[in-house]
């Protein structure tokens, strides 16, 4: 009965006929990309962490895929806020939630951008970065907590689309429980838990070499290497967060059962950066098919059958 099987679910309000999407990252930059998305089977299509004007971002190469996941130092290269904006517009075509991803450089870039949103009709909320490891100079203020509740102040104070958040990923349980309190004090809408691990070095023995560019080849670790890291972030949220709060996986998916492990931690949606820049937009469909085949065979109809059920060992 593969027909009564769900995969849907709900983010900030907006209804995604499949509970899995891109992670903002690899190929969601450009109109082609986006619509790209927009056309194939992902619930839902986030665009590139937007900022206040254009970017190159940083020398290449930025991005090396290895056996065990992927390093990269890409340093938000994107269009500019207006663009991803104005792209609404178009995403209105597809049967999907559109959201944006914001990563202002400075507080005011944030507010600016948060601001300026407020404009635009059809973004169905904004994943505000606060992790991206890859700007030199810049920290990622998702470890700062002040620093998190500062913004935070200023952009839900402004925002007139439902705020998500994308954290860092956190190690150390009393980490944990400072961002959960800082995040329950906000009206915010859901939590992605996480970007890449932040400074990671990949090297090639052979040359002896660094495999990136950027930062003397440190970089943010996504794929196989960090579904654990993933995994403890989406449960320990799951845990600490008000219900209202939803959590969206991110880390490590390449297939339904990483996608099935997320949504046992806690996950309401899933996102898929690392395999999505390998395989394309088919990875939506393959992921959604594994998934809902494990669905099948455990005799889950649906993924609130199971979502946050991970069991303790008595
Ligand atoms: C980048 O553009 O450097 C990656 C984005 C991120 O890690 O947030």
Redesign the pocket.
Known sequence: MSSSISLSTKIAGSVLSSCLYNA??PLCSTAEELQAIGKSHAGAILS??ATLQKRQ??EEPRYVDTRWGSI???????KGYEFYAQFAQTAQAYDKPYFMSV?GLSHEDNLHIIKELANFENIAAIEL?L?????PGKPQTGYDFDQSRYILELVCAQAKQPIGV?LPPYFDMPHFEMMAAVLNDFPISFVTCI??IGNGLVIDRDSESVVIKPKHGFG?IGGDFIKPTALANVRKFYTLLDKKISIIGCGGVKNGADAFEHILCGASAVQIGTQFMREGTGCFERVAGELTDLMREKGYQNIESFRGKLRDIT
Do not use: A, E, F, H
């Open positions: 903002s990252g590139k962490s971002g940083n990269n130092s890409m340093g938000l290269p994107n990563s970065n992790s991206c490891p890859n700007v994308k970007n890449s943010g």
